[in-house]
């Protein structure tokens, strides 16, 4: 099942839809993600979903799994791609890679005495702007509506910037494209709606606790705590902080 999500903090809206619900009914849930974290706290809203909100448990949902290590750990394990199509996306320099062996084939790496992977390296992915296939992220555009990473090919990135063919905003990544979403405040509301009918609707059914307001911890003495974080000892000192933030009384380093 692909959520189509743009941040992870959209997949309990997405759970809680009607064609969500229908297709996990009586079946064993997989979940996988690069290295294994938001799956797991994914996984973990869903147990308990099973445990609280009897319209999932309705489901008869036959078991929650997850990857163990991510997507990065079954590389490892299973060097030609093993079941895995395509590229992984990751948030670093590389922005997608692919499974060490079915990699090596693309860029010529791969040894003479290695059977070719089991995986295709066809392409699963398109160029945003002319539609041929297209697998790699370059040039750091974004999406002009909602900011994800935009593929857009060799020739298309080179046209923008020589000035022959712009990339505008009508170029947008597949999921806007999708959902009819053409500007930035279109995004937002909808968001803002979607997150405001699930959480209208989990108050109603008691698994959502309304807000308590805050309320401020006793300080007798009246002392205030500053807590400043990367801060290096070796290009700062306690005079240039007594200087700077008149009436400190203590200065703590925490190493």
Same mark, same amino acid.
């Given at each position: ?33 690069? *290295?294994?974290? !938001? /799956? ?10 099973? %445990?609280?909100?009897?319209?999932? #448990? @309705? ?79 370059? *040039?750091?555009? !974004? /999406? ?10 060799? %020739?298309?990135?080179?046209?923008? #910037? @020589? ?93």
């Amino acid at each position: 099942l692909d959520p189509k999500m743009r941040k992870s903090t959209e997949f309990p809206v997405w759970l809680d839809k009607p064609e969500t619900k229908e297709m996990m009914k009586g079946k064993q849930v997989l979940m996988y993600c690069t *290295g294994g974290i !938001r /799956c797991e706290r994914a996984s973990a809203l869903l147990k308990y979903k099973m %445990e609280t909100d009897p319209e999932i #448990k @309705e489901l008869g949902i036959q078991g929650v799994y997850q990857l163990q290590g991510g997507i990065d750990k079954y590389f490892k394990e299973f060097p030609d791609g093993g079941y895995w199509k395509g590229k992984n996306y990751v948030f670093d320099k590389r922005f997608a890679h692919a499974p060490p062996k079915v990699d090596g084939e693309l860029h010529g790496k791969a040894e003479a005495h290695e059977k070719p992977a089991a995986t295709t390296t066809e392409m699963m992915g398109k160029c945003e702007a002319c539609q041929k296939p297209w697998d790699m992220y370059r *040039g750091k555009r !974004r /999406c002009p509506t909602c900011g994800v990473p935009s593929l857009i090919c060799k %020739e298309c990135f080179l046209a923008d #910037k @020589e000035g022959r063919k712009k990339l505008g905003k009508e170029v947008r990544c597949d999921l806007c494209v999708e959902q009819g979403i053409k500007s930035k405040r279109e995004l937002r509301e909808k968001d803002k709606n979607e997150i405001e009918e699930y959480e209208s609707k989990m108050k109603r059914r008691g698994l959502l606790q309304p807000e308590a307001g805050h309320s401020k911890a006793p300080n007798p003495d009246n002392v205030t705590r500053l807590r400043l974080k990367n801060m290096c000892r070796k290009n700062m000192d306690e005079a240039t902080l007594m200087d700077t933030l008149p009436g400190i009384t203590h200065i703590v380093w925490r190493t």
